[in-house]
Nanobody, 125 residues
Framework: QVQLVQSGGGLVQAGGSLRLSCAAS????????TAWFRQAPGKEREFVAA????????SYADSVKGRFTISRDSAKIMVSLQMNGLKPEDTAVYYC??????????????????WGQGTQVTVSS
């Protein structure tokens, strides 16, 4: 059983930065992809970024490319999302997710069976 525990998030002004972390346990993650999704009120959950555990390949949604950076710490079994240049439209509940043998370009939530508890990110204008 994979467990994902999130930390970070909060309230920040537009242009500011926040860092989200996701600590994983319960498996050997070399064949897993970990991703971040977000869900704003009244909207569907959308893909933000993904990283492969084995070689660290990354992918990003166009809306966050150049502003967000996903990274992994293999020793701590932790994935982080550094968010810079935040905009009000980035306001959402952010979720980390993990799936085995999932391509980093997969944006389908159904391919990720394991999810963190979610954390609120609010960007004020």
């Amino acid at each position: 059983q994979v467990q994902l525990v999130q930390s970070g998030g909060g309230l920040v002004q537009a242009g500011g930065s926040l860092r989200l972390s996701c600590a994983a346990s319960g498996r050997t993650f070399s064949t897993y992809t970990t991703a971040w999704f977000r869900q704003a009120p009244g909207k569907e959950r959308e893909f933000v970024a993904a990283i492969s555990w084995n070689i660290g390949s990354t992918s990003y949604a166009d809306s966050v490319k150049g502003r967000f950076t996903i990274s992994r710490d293999s020793a701590k079994i932790m994935v982080s999302l550094q968010m810079n240049g935040l905009k009000p439209e980035d306001t959402a509940v952010y979720y980390c997710a993990a799936g085995q043998f999932v391509s980093i370009t997969t944006m389908d939530v159904k391919r990720f069976p394991y999810w963190g508890q979610g954390t609120q990110v609010t960007v004020s204008s």
